[in-house]
């Protein structure tokens, strides 16, 4: 028996493809980011859905936050106590740990359904992120 008869969804699209969408006019935001933190309220339309970023002009840093206190640092490092098996904690303060997304790639971002979410972004440069929803 042929190996592609043992995995019926072989050969098939996707299923979540289908909700894969384009960047609509009206709907791009393309973000001014600089080299300090910056945060903000995470737009009605963005709760619960995924979000493209884009990095163009630097690498662009990005912190999700489920309440209005993101931040991003990018020195922040995790604390480690222990040995020979060392424990990790989140890095703690008013600007914490952040993702980074390489100029000129893009990433989407899940953002969580919650009314008083926010996002925090840096640069390494004086840059752009686009943004824009990524599925419906």
């Known amino acids: 028996m ?12 996707a299923a979540s493809a289908t909700s894969l969408r384009a960047p609509l006019r009206g709907e791009i935001l393309p973000i001014t980011v600089t080299t300090a933190s910056k945060r903000f309220a995470t737009p009605a339309a963005w709760r ?21 206190d993101a931040g991003v640092s990018i020195a922040a ?19 914490t740990g952040c993702f980074k997304i390489p100029d000129g790639t893009w990433l ?5 359904d919650v009314t008083d979410g926010s996002f925090a972004l840096v640069g390494s440069a004086a840059m752009v992120a686009r943004c824009h929803l990524s599925e419906t």
């Open 2 to 13: 042929p190996l592609r008869d043992l995995f019926p969804s072989h050969g098939r699209a």
């Open 48 to 68: 619960g859905s995924l979000v493209r970023m884009q990095a163009d002009g630097g690498d662009l840093y990005v912190q999700v936050s489920t309440a209005a």
């Open 77 to 95: 490092r995790a604390a480690e106590a222990g040995a020979p098996l060392i424990t990790l904690t989140a890095p703690t303060g008013a600007e």
């Open 108 to 112: 989407d971002v899940p953002f969580p």
